[in-house]
């Protein structure tokens, strides 16, 4: 599979204070890639790094003529039109597209989010979810390859983070843009392909999706980093090998294995 972002040997400080040291990442084009680590371990830097908003210390990162798109934790800090429509033409404007192809771009985008209704609400008017739909649809509109989600559930409740998550694996699946989602949750990473595990600056684990991960865990815990409940409960199904897709029949099973060992 053909890389969309190839991480060598990436290392970056603030001043004297090192942030990330000897990051080694291929992240595959069109995968959901999620990038996982506690408060501090150097996250958001990745993020910034890969999305070009600030330069390495040191090694490269080649985006393979992919374009990249940066979504912050908090959507309302990415707004800068009080009309949606306005704010998703920033973008394509900037770019001196001609009116006609900016007028396809956000109606695609809009589109392709689920939010063609949004089109003349007031950004201070919409929900956390719907906001999330806008600044995603403002990065569709730049035609971006990669989407670099920071944190980006950390700001909902968990209607709008259902909204959210629906929304990038959509996008993943359907539109076939390569997701890297930046988390300290792993259920905000549940549909990841793969996972990369920072601590303190440096890449601990690879993991083939969450479910792997949360194995590897059970040997080297990652400080700060708690499954959650959800994840726990699937990972154990899927030890007892049972599918966790239909509740009501996982329940079945898991209660006639438990009747077995009595």
């Given at each position: 599979?053909?890389?969309?972002?190839?991480?060598?040997?990436?290392?970056?400080?603030?001043?004297?204070?090192?942030?990330?040291?000897?990051?080694?990442?291929?992240?595959?084009?069109?995968?959901?890639?999620?990038?996982?680590?506690?408060?501090?371990?150097?996250?958001?830097?990745?993020?910034?790094?890969?999305?070009?908003?600030?330069?390495?210390?040191?090694?490269?990162?080649?985006?393979?003529?992919?374009?990249?798109?940066?979504?912050?934790?908090?959507?309302?800090?990415?707004?800068?039109?009080?009309?949606?429509?306005?704010?998703?033409?920033?973008?394509?404007?900037?770019?001196?597209?001609?009116?006609?192809?900016?007028?396809?771009?956000?109606?695609?985008?809009?589109?392709?989010?689920?939010?063609?209704?949004?089109?003349?609400?007031?950004?201070?008017?919409?929900?956390?979810?719907?906001?999330?739909?806008?600044?995603?649809?403002?990065?569709?509109?730049?035609?971006?390859?990669?989407?670099?989600?920071?944190?980006?559930?950390?700001?909902?409740?968990?209607?709008?983070?259902?909204?959210?998550?629906?929304?990038?694996?959509?996008?993943?699946?359907?539109?076939?843009?390569?997701?890297?989602?930046?988390?300290?949750?792993?259920?905000?990473?549940?549909?990841a392909d793969a996972i990369?595990?920072?601590?303190?600056?440096?890449?601990?684990?690879?993991?083939?999706?969450?479910?792997d991960l949360v194995r590897?865990?059970?040997?080297?815990?990652?400080?700060?980093?708690?499954?959650?409940?959800?994840?726990?409960?699937?990972?154990?199904?899927?030890e007892q090998g049972i599918?966790?897709?239909?509740?009501?029949?996982?329940?079945?099973?898991?209660?006639?294995?438990?009747?077995?060992?009595?």
């Amino acid at each position: 599979m053909l890389p969309a972002v190839t991480i060598s040997q990436l290392s970056f400080s603030y001043r004297t204070k090192p942030v990330l040291r000897g990051i080694d990442i291929t992240i595959p084009r069109g995968s959901y890639f999620g990038v996982v680590g506690p408060n501090g371990s150097g996250k958001t830097t990745l993020a910034y790094l890969i999305s070009r908003i600030i330069p390495p210390s040191a090694g490269t990162i080649d985006t393979h003529s992919n374009r990249v798109g940066l979504v912050l934790a908090n959507p309302a800090n990415q707004v800068v039109s009080l009309v949606v429509e306005e704010d998703i033409a920033f973008g394509p404007e900037n770019l001196r597209l001609e009116p006609e192809e900016i007028e396809r771009r956000i109606a695609s985008a809009l589109t392709n989010v689920h939010g063609q209704y949004l089109r003349h609400s007031l950004t201070t008017a919409i929900s956390g979810g719907e906001l999330a739909k806008v600044v995603f649809a403002g990065q569709l509109a730049l035609d971006t390859d990669v989407l670099v989600l920071d944190e980006g559930t950390v700001m909902l409740d968990p209607k709008n983070r259902r909204i959210l998550l629906d929304t990038v694996l959509e996008l993943n699946r359907e539109f076939h843009k390569t997701v890297i989602h930046i988390s300290h949750r792993l259920d905000d990473l549940e549909n990841a392909d793969a996972i990369t595990a920072l601590d303190q600056g440096t890449v601990i684990l690879h993991a083939r999706g969450v479910y792997d991960l949360v194995r590897q865990m059970k040997e080297k815990p990652i400080p700060g980093i708690e499954p959650g409940a959800h994840i726990l409960f699937q990972s154990f199904l899927k030890e007892q090998g049972i599918s966790a897709d239909n509740p009501e029949e996982a329940a079945g099973k898991l209660a006639e294995k438990i009747d077995m060992k009595r």
